[in-house]
């Protein structure tokens, strides 16, 4: 089944653009959401934690289970299930701690808001409102336990941002350009996060075992942003992990040098460092104000080869051949329009014209040093492999930050820094029992 692409990524600057205050309003999204649990399911009334006076049923986790799964586009099976139950429990506990506490600062989101972001959802995933929760209904999923989660999401921007008002001073966004003048030339890199708590030396051995749960959905077609979202405990899960570009002397020694032995699109093993385990992705690196590759603007072209989602080795490695047998014979973009049927490929694509930036990072790793006109390495998914052309490029020039992007770049860190903080706080001061 087609993974849901369901990344709400709301940055704290995009939460004061809406408008918060009605309790208790009916949502436009209920009409479509007919498939709820009985009140006499067996799930409903089985506990899996009590949060305070809040309580969070199985049928709750079986339903983020699924969502999450969906959107990790990993297959459901037991196996993956029982490796994310944990991870998915204890963000479910977070959650209703901060939902608790936005009602108790009586923070409310308007029904409209609400579906405004469920239609934009929907318009993701190239679907209506209706034709969306029906694809959640193939995976077991209702649109209200989505909505919860979406909401949940907003509620607590909200908060945050009644709550903290980082100031940035001028002269503190002219030192960092000082500093990157100072460093042009040098190397930075693109960075994202999954970061899991240790807070306790007998923790480590069981985070340690989650992190590298986690790093095999990812080696199996997981997406790293729809990971670090759903379970990093790290300040920058809100921004899907994103820590964005820094230098390795801005980084702890332990994880410094994992990056250096890292390639664009790599991720690595999770590393212990201040605490927890980070499972660290490299997107890309660049020369400080030097071009800005993300901002590279290319005509870009797509060649499909099938592949089960159970495909044994043999399959995989056919599957491989054929694609090598199509690699050698593209020589330009008009080679691939008879590739479909006899020449091997089961479908091309044409993605039009796009920005580096916008690309997953395991695509935008494959085709950064492609020549024009000639087929990318194979790119392994769950249900296909895939094959990168670059019809034609259009360099970008050197870039250099402007001081309102630096300024929102350093509210956003502190913002989500505060966001952390406050949490840990709630959880500290929490009567948490987990069944």
């Known amino acids: 089944?087609?993974?849901?692409?369901?990344?709400?990524?709301?940055?704290?600057?995009?939460?004061?653009?809406?408008?918060?205050?009605?309790?208790?309003?009916?949502?436009?999204?209920?009409?479509?959401?007919?498939h709820a649990p009985p009140p006499t399911d067996e799930r409903v009334q089985r506990i899996a934690a009590v949060?305070?006076?809040?309580?969070?049923?199985?049928?709750?986790?079986?339903?983020?289970?699924?969502?999450?799964?969906?959107?990790?586009?990993?297959?459901?099976?037991?196996?993956?299930?029982?490796?994310?139950?944990?991870?998915?429990?204890?963000?479910?506990?977070?959650?209703?701690?901060?939902?608790?506490?936005?009602?108790?600062?009586?923070?409310e989101i308007e029904a409209d808001e609400l579906d405004a972001t469920l239609e934009a959802l929907s318009r993701q995933n190239d679907t209506s409102l209706a034709e969306f929760t029906m694809m959640l209904h193939e995976s077991g999923i209702t649109l209200h336990t989505l909505a919860e989660q979406v909401s949940a999401d907003m509620l607590w921007r909200k908060l945050i941002r009644q709550s903290f008002l980082p100031r940035i001073s001028d002269e503190e966004v002219d030192r960092i350009?000082?500093?990157?003048?100072a460093a042009k030339g040098e190397t930075e890199y693109e960075l994202a996060e999954i970061?899991?708590?240790?807070?306790?030396?007998?923790?480590?051995?069981?985070?340690?075992?989650?992190?590298?749960?986690?790093?095999?959905q990812l080696r199996r077609g997981a997406t790293f942003p729809v990971v670090a979202r759903q379970f990093s405990q790290?300040?920058?899960?809100?921004n899907c992990g994103d820590i964005g570009w820094v230098q390795l002397n801005q980084l702890p020694a332990e994880l410094a040098k994992e990056v250096q032995n890292m390639t664009p699109g790599e991720v690595g093993a999770p590393i212990f460092s201040d605490g927890s385990y980070h499972i660290l992705l490299l997107k890309e690196s660049r020369e400080i104000l030097g071009?800005?590759?993300?901002?590279?603007?290319?005509?870009?072209?797509?060649?499909?080869?099938?592949?089960?989602?159970?495909?044994?080795?043999?399959?995989?490695?056919?599957?491989?051949?054929?694609?090598?047998i199509v690699r050698s014979s593209v020589t330009s973009c008009d080679d691939i329009g008879a590739?479909?049927?006899?020449?091997?490929?089961?479908?091309?694509?044409d993605l039009g014209r796009i920005m580096m930036g916008e690309l997953p990072p395991q695509i935008r790793a494959a085709v950064a040093d492609l020549e024009i006109g000639v087929p990318s390495d194979a790119i392994r998914t769950p249900t296909e492999v895939v094959l990168m052309v670059i019809c034609d490029r259009k360099e970008p020039p050197d870039q250099a930050p402007t001081k309102d992007s630096i300024t929102q770049r350093l509210h956003e860190r502190r913002m989500?820094?505060?966001?952390?903080r406050y949490l840990r706080d709630l959880q500290r001061d929490a009567i948490i029992d987990i069944r």
């Open 1 to 34: 089944m087609k993974p849901l692409y369901i990344l709400f990524r709301l940055t704290f600057a995009a939460v004061g653009m809406w408008t918060f205050g009605l309790a208790g309003a009916t949502h436009a999204y209920a009409q479509f959401d007919d």
């Open 177 to 181: 350009i000082a500093q990157r003048e």
């Open 339 to 349: 590739l479909v049927g006899e020449g091997g490929a089961s479908r091309t694509s």
């Open 51 to 107: 949060v305070n006076d809040g309580v969070i049923s199985e049928y709750d986790l079986e339903q983020r289970l699924s969502l999450a799964i969906s959107t990790m586009g990993v297959p459901d099976s037991e196996r993956t299930r029982q490796q994310l139950r944990p991870r998915v429990l204890e963000s479910l506990v977070d959650e209703k701690l901060q939902v608790q506490e936005a009602r108790l600062k009586e923070v």
């Open 416 to 420: 989500a820094m505060m966001a952390r």
């Open 234 to 238: 790290g300040s920058t899960a809100a």
């Open 291 to 324: 071009p800005d590759i993300t901002l590279t603007e290319m005509h870009l072209k797509q060649i499909f080869f099938d592949l089960p989602e159970d495909a044994d080795a043999q399959q995989q490695q056919d599957a491989k051949d054929l694609s090598d």
């Open 195 to 216: 970061v899991l708590r240790a807070a306790k030396p007998e923790d480590r051995l069981e985070t340690l075992r989650a992190s590298n749960k986690l790093l095999e």
